[in-house]
């Protein structure tokens, strides 16, 4: 976590600047975001949350970190097919979060200190759970040494990404399911062609 130093955080005025900071982004979108209106809606002050954070950005950034991990599952249920859908299925339930991300983005556009945080914290984190889903399955004799991993993340998250960053079309259970069984198509055919 990025935090200026200082007095400990306590965990509830933690948990309820991260809450206001996801309400705000709601409400208002990233744009109108400030740390005063973060600071209202946590009834802290806002020197409470400069402490913790320099800036609006890494609060947005620790509440989404803290979001994705909570809501999106990683564990093992057996197949790529299930552990995939179960992924998929939640992350793209966090379609609200199009706030969150899309500011996260544009933040990482215009500050290139910032953009580092974003990529190492939340873009490879992400990646990062992905890749354990499709490792793990690689390690059960579903995906051959032959697939390239990192392209299948970026063909997961790129249909994510678009969706999220353009908007002409859902994220929808529907939409997961069938990137899935896409996935588990492509992976299936390469190894009848090896």
């Known amino acids: 976590m990025d935090f200026v130093p200082g007095r400990p955080r306590s965990d509830a ?9 996801l309400g ?30 320099p800036s609006k950005a890494d609060v947005v950034l620790e509440a989404a970190l ?4 909570a ?15 179960s ?8 379609r609200d979060q199009q706030p969150v991300v899309v500011g996260l ?8 200190e910032f953009a580092i945080k974003f990529r190492e914290r939340f873009l490879f984190a992400r990646r990062a759970a992905l890749r354990d889903v499709l490792l793990r399955a690689r390690g059960r004799g579903e995906i051959f040494d032959g697939v390239d991993v990192e392209l299948l993340i970026d063909v997961v ?13 859902p994220l929808t259970p529907s939409a997961a399911r069938q990137l899935t069984d896409l996935v588990v198509r ?5 190894a009848q062609t090896t």
């Open 87 to 94: 992924f998929l299925t939640a992350t793209f339930r966090q």
């Open 186 to 190: 492509v992976v299936g055919s390469y």
């Open 66 to 69: 803290v979001a994705a991990a």
């Open 157 to 169: 998250f790129g249909v994510l990404w678009y969706r999220l960053l353009i908007g002409h079309a």
């Open 105 to 112: 983005m544009a933040q990482s556009l215009l500050d290139a």
């Open 13 to 21: 005025a933690r948990e309820a600047i991260l809450a206001a900071a």
């Open 24 to 53: 705000e982004l709601q409400d208002r979108g990233y744009g109108a975001l400030t740390i005063e209106g973060i600071a209202a809606r946590a009834r802290v002050g806002k020197q409470t949350i400069y402490r913790w954070w």
């Open 71 to 85: 809501r999106i599952p990683t564990g093992d249920k057996g197949s790529l097919e299930l552990d995939l859908r």
